[in-house]
C-alpha cells in the first residue's frame, strides 16, 4: 500500500527540523504534536495548494531582507486579538535559523 502524501510530508518535514514523525496511532487531538522535537511542537497540514496572496507575501518579505533579517509575514484576522496572529516563514528559512541557533549554542 502507498505511503500517504500528508505521510511523507510529515517525515519531510521532521527530516528537516531534526525531530521525529509521530505515528497517529492511539493520539487524541492535542495529546501529541506531528513531529517530536526538543524545541518545536509541531503540527504539519499538507494541502493542495497554499494560496497565492500567502506566497506573494512571502515573497515580499524575502525581497525586503537586509543582512542576517528573518524574512516573516505576520497573518491578523479583522477583529482578532493581535497576540493571536500568526507568524508565516518558509521551512527552508525557519530550519536554517534553527541551525543557526543551534551551532551558536555548541
Same mark, same amino acid.
Given at each position: 500500500m502507498a505511503d500517504k502524501a500528508w505521510k511523507r510530508t510529515e517525515r519531510q518535514v521532521a527530516a528537516l527540523l531534526g525531530g521525529e514523525r509521530v505515528p497517529v496511532t492511539g493520539r487524541a487531538?492535542? @495529546?501529541t504534536p506531528d513531529v517530536t522535537h526538543p524545541l518545536l511542537a509541531v503540527e504539519v497540514k499538507h494541502r493542495k495548494s497554499v494560496p497565492a496572496w500567502l506566497r506573494d507575501a512571502v515573497d515580499q518579505a524575502r525581497a525586503s531582507v537586509r543582512g542576517s533579517q528573518?524574512?516573516?509575514v505576520v497573518l491578523h484576522g479583522a477583529g482578532?486579538?493581535?497576540?493571536?496572529?500568526?507568524?508565516i516563514i518558509t521551512l527552508s528559512?525557519? @530550519?536554517h535559523w534553527i541551525e543557526d541557533r543551534r551551532q551558536e549554542g555548541t
Open positions: 487531538r492535542g @495529546s528573518l524574512p516573516i482578532e486579538r493581535f497576540d493571536h496572529a500568526l507568524v528559512d525557519f @530550519s
